[in-house]
């Protein structure tokens, strides 16, 4: 019931940084774990970073900690990522579920490409 659209991929230079959006619909937003999930090419979807209801748990990914931070703004329903110091092998779709994902609530993911 949580219907998600990404966007703020983009195309960036090894070093440098992004800002992902997560535009979720759902009256029950704010009661969810929201999770951030990438997919390389030729790869498994992987876990990348979550934080609960109130924002202040995070959990991340250890390639990512120290370089990304999730953060959420419940009133405008979004879940952000916010990515530095971006490495070539960060280069994957990235999106956004609640965690743990719900199988119908994938979207269409936003592409990362960092270049060296």
């Known amino acids: 019931q949580v219907h998600v659209v990404e966007s703020g991929g983009g195309l960036v230079q090894a070093g440098g940084s992004l800002r992902l959006s997560c535009a979720a619909s759902g009256r029950t937003f704010s009661s969810y774990t929201m999770g951030w999930f990438r997919q390389a090419p030729g790869k498994e979807r992987e876990f990348v970073a979550r934080?609960?209801?109130?924002?202040?748990?995070?959990y991340y990914t250890d390639s990512v900690k120290g370089r990304f931070t999730i953060s959420r703004d419940n009133i405008k329903n979004t879940v952000y990522l916010q990515m530095n110091s971006l490495k070539p092998e960060d280069t994957a779709v990235y999106y956004c579920?609640?965690?743990?994902?719900?199988?119908?609530?994938w979207g269409q993911g936003t592409q990362v490409t960092v270049s060296s």
């Open positions: 579920n609640t965690h743990p994902p719900l199988q119908e609530g």
């Open positions: 934080l609960n209801w109130s924002g202040r748990s995070t």
